[in-house]
């Protein structure tokens, strides 16, 4: 990403959050291709995941 960054001239502030969303793209792929997970985007989703007896996946851009 970083060479990427140097090549197109985006700031961190950019490398920043293109990199949450990609993490965000990666928790919904993830939470659709197994049964039992699911997306959370804040502390308080992801405790009321677990508690229903399922795998939390992190969504950080929100």
Known sequence: MRSCQQQ???GEASAHRMALLAMDQLAWAVAGVRPGFE???AEE???AILGRGLVA???PSA
Do not use: H, P
């Open 39 to 41: 997306v959370g985007t």
């Open 45 to 47: 989703a992801l405790r």
């Open 57 to 59: 996946v992190w969504a």
């Open 8 to 10: 197109l001239g985006f």
